[in-house]
């Protein structure tokens, strides 16, 4: 594609977002909204509150939800699907193609089994969706002219085998020594605690990837395949330009540094590569009885896909909030987005 065809795209990127901004009144186009304003972390707020700090940290984690399952998850993978540490030493066919294996199986389980029961067999209907619009189908920006396997083309291909990249980067460096490794016994507080870090590094780390990747430049280059989704679903999440690939998963290499377990290294990456499909589900939670019994797609990334220049980062550190680009959800916030818009384009 020729230079002005992509600042072309972009541009009508810019074009779709701003009318998209303006048309939109109160949220109203939206089909379910959660309560809102969007709330964040207490962790960060002044005076400190460790009740309620306690209590979202048990509430992201227990009684059920995507990080405990990507520990059960990680802890499969590790004890069951994964080679011997001492088998990584050498780069070999054999092990590198078990985890790359592993690794599709477990995105086609979480973002393809989400697919399925919310999209395909409408277990939900539009229960808790928060965009009703069908996903697109025949329509020229996407990869095979359809967005589905457009997103299952670009995490397959991509995704997963970047992910696998660095994980055998991960494994073979363990093996060799090169990369600190941390054994239970030695520090088991320590051990556990790295479980609970991952997500609170994942919000800085992405916050910042992120706001990067808005970066004209590499919007254009990278990042606008991710956009190609205003409205998304479960293979929205890792479906990403390979340079995004290698930027946001390179968060692992944080552990060339900070020692951990192999577990701790396969948590890491299924931590951003499986909620990437979670958070994009495009439904707040799965619902059993009329109740949310595990929360899924947030409204915050999904505000997003649709406005674009709000919500670069996650609700565990309130980074958007301190760069004055948080979008809660209310009509009020919507007003600043649009007034930033307008300054933006340089109109009154
Ligand atoms: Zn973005
Ligand atoms: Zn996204």
Known sequence: MSEQLTADATSDV????????RR?????KWNYRPDLPLQVSPMFQWPVRPLAIFSWIWKSWFPVSERLIIVGLAAISWFYLHPA??????????????IWARNLGLMFL??????LYFFVFRKQGDVRRYD???????????????QVLDNMFWSCASGVTIWSAYEVLMMWGMANGYVPTLAWSESPVWFVLLFLLVPLWESFYFYWVHRFLHWPPLYRIAHALHHRNTNVGPWSG??????EHVLYLGTVLIHWVVAAHPLHIIYHLQYFT???????TGFEGLVVKDKNRL?????????????????????????????????DGTSEAHERLRGRRRRALGEA
């Open 132 to 146: 009703a619009r069908a996903l697109k189908t025949d329509n020229n920006s996407f990869t095979f002219k359809n």
């Open 295 to 327: 929360s899924l797609g947030t409204f915050h990334h999904q505000m997003h896909h649709r406005y674009f220049e709000c919500n670069y980062g996650g609700l565990e550190m309130p980074w958007d909030k301190w760069f004055g680009s948080f979008h």
């Open 14 to 21: 810019n074009r779709t977002a701003t009318s998209a901004v």
């Open 85 to 98: 540490l001492e088998d990584c030493r050498d780069l070999a066919f054999g092990w590198i193609a078990q």
């Open 274 to 280: 499986l909620t990437a499909a979670t958070t994009h």
């Open 238 to 243: 890792m479906s990403m330009h390979p340079i």
């Open 24 to 28: 939109e009144k109160r949220g109203s």
């Open 110 to 115: 979480v973002a393809g089994g989400l697919h």
